[in-house]
């Protein structure tokens, strides 16, 4: 049964592009999770999804980023005109229900160049 | 809102000596659920042992062992015979149970284990 899968692993980008990040789930998990850790901190909740619907994103910064998980398909979490402070390792977790513990992926460090 | 607290940035240990980490939280929740989690050098987040809050009893996992005193809103982790295998930053973190709250993890702010063989 495979993990969390996230891709890319490492991402490097230029300030102003877009980064895309992707999570796939573990079987038969619809409840997925993003945080983000800073260099030197703790991960940090950013949105919390279930399949098509966004249920807590008040971690979200309000504008550049989006999450969404499709019906279809792996939970994407989009940052659009990146700046030298969305550097960062980006953690994807999934649950299959609301009180199971969540395992997590690998993380996408992101790279702001 | 809830908080996590880890006082303790950096800890060491001899090999096959006992560690504990300490870990305070605030909530004015009754139920809860609080994790360890490890993060080695390669970055996985590797759950450790997590604990109920309307459990008394400790929760165990081999060598791991949690010291939960809900009164003092503490969660201490202990490492038994420590190995080299075990140096790697420590997470420890808060989740509501209550019925309606999502499901986010509340962390600290870590503590990096160095094991010294």
């Known amino acids: 049964n495979a993990g969390v899968m996230q891709n890319p692993r490492h991402l490097v980008r230029r300030r102003g592009q877009e980064a895309r990040l992707r999570c796939s789930p573990m079987?038969?998990?619809?409840?997925v999770y993003w945080y983000r850790q800073l260099p030197e901190e703790g991960l940090k909740f950013m949105v919390y999804?279930?399949?098509?619907?966004?249920?807590?994103e008040s971690g979200m910064p309000k504008e550049r980023f989006s999450a969404e998980f499709p019906k279809e398909g792996p939970s994407i979490l989009r940052i659009q005109q990146v700046v030298r402070g969305d550097s960062a390792a980006y953690f994807c977790?999934?649950?299959?229900?609301?009180?199971?513990?969540?395992?997590f992926g690998d993380g996408t460090r992101l790279s702001i160049l | 809102a809830q908080t996590v607290t880890q006082s303790q940035p950096e800890m060491s240990v001899q090999e096959a000596e006992t560690v504990t980490l300490s870990c305070t939280y605030d909530?004015?929740?009754?139920?809860?659920?609080l994790f360890w989690y490890k993060q080695p050098p390669s970055r996985q987040m590797i759950l450790v042992i997590r604990?109920?809050?309307?459990?008394?009893q400790n929760a165990t996992e081999n060598r791991f062992s949690v010291n939960f005193q809900k009164a003092a809103k503490s969660f201490s982790l202990k490492i038994s015979d420590s190995q080299l295998g075990d140096a790697a930053m420590y997470f420890c973190?808060?989740?509501?149970?209550?019925?309606?709250?999502?499901?986010?993890?509340?962390f600290g702010t870590g503590t990096l284990l160095a094991v010294q063989p």
């Open positions: 977790a999934s649950s299959p229900a609301l009180n199971q513990p969540q395992h």
């Open positions: 079987k038969g998990h619809s409840h």
């Open positions: 999804l279930q399949k098509e619907n966004i249920i807590d």
């Open positions: 909530t004015s929740e009754s139920d809860y659920y």
């Open positions: 604990q109920e809050a309307y459990k008394q």
């Open positions: 973190a808060y989740r509501s149970a209550r019925g309606g709250a999502t499901n986010k993890l509340i």
